[in-house]
């Protein structure tokens, strides 16, 4: 069930057998000359519905806005500050809270949401720990969708080090499944496979932990960070969308499980 399609009763009725929800959050920027700009929100509203109907679980309003700046010389990318998508999280978070949801589960689609997302749980915890607030406290989990061991299984059989880190051909197969008709043409030399990246950049740059703007863009001029998007199909995109979904959708009924 979706959030936006309910009304107040049938949430209330709702809230009755279940305090836990479903959170997708993905972000809203550039993926390469062939990808979409809403990539990872699509991806992680796909992957959230689908977790969402295997539990019977309530599946809230994607975060589609998220920290981008890096990407923001390239058309069509809207970023976030840190702080405003913490804001955003906490109140989104203590907003469902206050009417009796308990069990927020994220599920991500962008990188960069990992420590942000991370810092703001850990800033709702604290207002119980301080004492600012009575009661029990609300407990959320995120998890990226391509780490599913199904999903991160396909991904390394697929595409090995072609997948990269961004505008990776996982993410652009099933943007392909899901949005019919969104292949997009470039030119052989614009989808020749790119260098492959260091082993100490992946290491300092992980989880899009990546300089400005500028120099971002100088380093990565058509948007790809090591992803050989190209090797993307929409088949290969059902299936990933599938794998996802499968171990979510047991990850998602152990959170909820958890004592
Ligand atoms: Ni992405």
């Known amino acids: 069930m979706q959030l936006t399609h309910a009304t107040w009763c ?3 009725a709702y809230l009755a057998q279940s305090k836990a929800i479903i959170v997708p959050i993905g972000s809203t920027e550039q993926h390469g000359p062939i990808g979409l700009i809403g990539t990872d929100a699509l991806t992680a509203t796909a992957v959230a519905h689908g977790i969402g109907e295997c539990n019977g679980a309530l599946v809230g309003p994607t975060l589609s ?4 700046q890096f990407n923001l010389g390239f058309p069509g990318t809207i970023s976030l500050r840190a702080s405003t998508l913490m804001a955003v999280v906490n109140d989104y978070v203590l907003s469902l809270k206050r009417q009796g949801f308990e069990r927020f589960y994220f599920v991500n689609g962008h990188g960069a949401n990992v420590a942000v997302a991370k810092a703001a749980f850990q800033d709702i915890y604290a207002q119980w ?3 600012n607030m009575t009661g029990q406290p609300p407990r959320c989990r995120l998890r990226s969708w391509w780490d599913y061991p199904q999903a991160d299984a396909l991904r ?4 090995g080090a072609g997948e990269g880190m961004h505008a990776t051909p996982s993410e652009i197969a099933m943007t392909l499944h899901l949005v019919p008709g969104s292949e997009r043409k470039a030119s052989p030399q614009a989808l020749a496979a790119p260098t492959q990246l260091p082993a100490a950049f992946l290491r300092d740059h992980g989880g899009d932990n990546h300089w400005d703007a500028q120099t971002h863009q100088a380093a990565f001029p058509d948007g790809r960070v090591g ?9 290969q995109g059902k299936q990933l969308l599938e ?3 499968a171990g979510g959708c047991d990850d998602f009924a152990a959170f909820v499980m958890e004592t």
């Open 10 to 12: 049938e949430v209330s």
């Open 65 to 68: 806005l998220s920290v981008a």
């Open 129 to 131: 720990s301080l004492g």
């Open 156 to 159: 390394k059989q697929w595409f």
């Open 227 to 235: 992803s050989d998007s190209a090797l993307a199909t929409a088949e």
């Open 243 to 245: 794998a996802a979904i």
